[in-house]
Structure formats: C-alpha cells, structure tokens
C-alpha cells in the first residue's frame, strides 16, 4: 500500500469513528436556516456560530469576511444572514453552554 494511501485510510478511519469528531448543534429554525447551514457549515461546525454573541455590526463584518474567505453566499442574502446571526446571537444573550458528554473511561 502506498503511503497516499496509508494515510488517506487512517485520516478516513479517524473522521469516520462515532464519538470522536464534535457534535454539531443544530442552527435556531428560521427562513434562513437551510441556507446558513450550506454557507456556513461547508467549512465549520455550528458550534462556532452558536457560541459568539455579537452585535449586528459586528456580525455584519463576519458574513464578510466569510464571504471573502469563499463562503458562498448570494449577495441578496447577505443581510439577511447578519440579520438572522444578530437576532439569534445578540451581544447581550446569554453565553452558550455547550452539552456535558461522558466520556468512556479508559482501562
């Protein structure tokens, strides 16, 4: 077997076991949720959206900025993304709690 291959095999064997890679939260319901999820979640988990808290401006510089790091967003979208990440993650909302997972113990 060719080293590609040994370690396409062992990357593929380790995204692919249950319980190691990061749950993902899911995205608040909303018109836009379906659209966030493709632009968004194509490169990152929605953990890291679900944990900011920022005001609209600022949310406003981060669809940007995304946008130029080559998320795909349609241009007639892209105030209604910071709109829909400043609604639902405001500066003054509580900071996100992410869920406790057990752990198995090891031996």
């Not at 990152?44 to 995304?66: C, F, N, P, Y």
């Not at 349609?74 to 609604?87: I, K, M, N, V």
Request: a positive charge.
């Amino acid at each position: 077997m060719s080293r590609l291959n040994v370690l396409l095999a062992l990357l593929l064997s380790v995204t692919c076991v249950p319980g190691l890679r990061p749950q993902s939260v899911d995205l608040p319901p909303g018109p836009l949720q379906a659209k966030m999820k493709t632009a968004c979640l194509e490169c990152h988990d929605s953990g890291i959206i679900v944990q900011q808290r920022l005001g609209k401006a600022a949310w406003t510089k981060e669809v940007d900025k995304m946008i130029k790091w080559g998320a795909v967003v349609d241009p007639g979208d892209r105030d209604a993304f910071s709109e829909y990440l400043s609604e639902n993650f405001p500066a003054d909302k509580e900071p996100y709690v992410a869920p406790r997972r057990a752990r198995a113990k090891k031996k």
